[in-house]
């Protein structure tokens, strides 16, 4: 069965620090990655997208992620996160053009001073 | 401009009523979804409709009947409520059907049945 995991439920990070959001895919067919997040009482919206092509993909706000295809990881990063990344974080995935978006459980990134 | 609007964002009901929520969007896109995310946060898709037609229609009770009057207005109507379906019901959009088009979410809709 294709699916995404997202092993942490909470990531608590002090500012400044680096930071890496866990997503692994399981699929048997050539895959869309993508990371989207949600701030508080409001919808989500994309990070960055891994269709194709080169393997680091960067997003907005200085996050990016890498496709890995070998260990099926789309880790996202941040090299020095800010107090307003706290959010929640969601890996998804679909298996090609017309397929549904699946999403992850979520990962709730807590930035403290 | 807001691009994926929906309305109201709160709305508060008792356990077997009527009630919808409505959802335009002014991206020009041909595709919009509602998802459903409960209180662990966690998303899933309800329908999605193409051009006015509908393409998704995941195991939802029959309780919640999408309707589309055109390809900017995707509306969810609920009869009967129940307990459970309290939640934040999410309109999104986009450019082409699911894959590799990005999706465009409204800020949400939070429906509490007592």
């Known amino acids: 069965a294709q699916s995404v995991t997202q092993l942490d439920s909470q990531v608590p990070v002090f500012e400044e620090a680096p930071v890496e959001l866990r997503c692994n895919y399981s699929?048997?067919?050539?895959?869309?990655l993508f990371w989207y997040v949600q701030y508080p009482n409001q919808g989500l919206q994309l990070l960055l997208k891994?269709?194709?092509?080169?393997?680091l993909v960067k997003g907005i706000n200085g996050f990016e992620a890498e496709f890995n295809k070998s260990q099926t990881s789309f880790h996202l990063r941040k090299p020095s996160v800010h107090i307003s990344d706290t959010a929640e974080y969601f890996c998804?995935?679909?298996?090609?053009?017309?397929?549904?978006?699946?999403f992850g459980t979520g990962t709730r990134l807590q930035v403290t001073l | 401009d807001t691009a994926v609007s929906q309305t109201p964002k709160y709305l508060v009901t008792q356990m077997g009523n009527d009630k919808s929520i409505k959802c335009e969007q002014n991206?020009?896109?041909?595709?919009m979804y509602w998802y459903k995310q409960d209180s662990k946060k966690f998303l899933k898709i309800m329908f999605s409709?193409?051009?006015?037609?509908?393409?998704i229609n995941e195991t939802v009770p029959n309780r919640f009947s999408p309707k589309s009057p055109d390809k900017a207005h995707l509306n969810l109507h609920i009869n009967s409520l129940e307990l459970g379906d309290s939640a934040v019901y999410f309109c999104?959009?986009?450019?082409?059907?699911?894959?590799?088009?990005?999706?465009?979410f409204g800020n949400g809709t939070r429906l509490t049945v007592t």
């Open positions: 999104a959009s986009s450019q082409e059907v699911q894959g590799r088009s990005p999706l465009h």
């Open positions: 699929s048997s067919v050539s895959v869309y």
């Open positions: 891994y269709l194709s092509g080169s393997t």
């Open positions: 998804a995935y679909s298996t090609g053009t017309a397929s549904k978006l699946t």
């Open positions: 991206l020009g896109h041909d595709t």
């Open positions: 409709y193409n051009n006015k037609e509908l393409i």
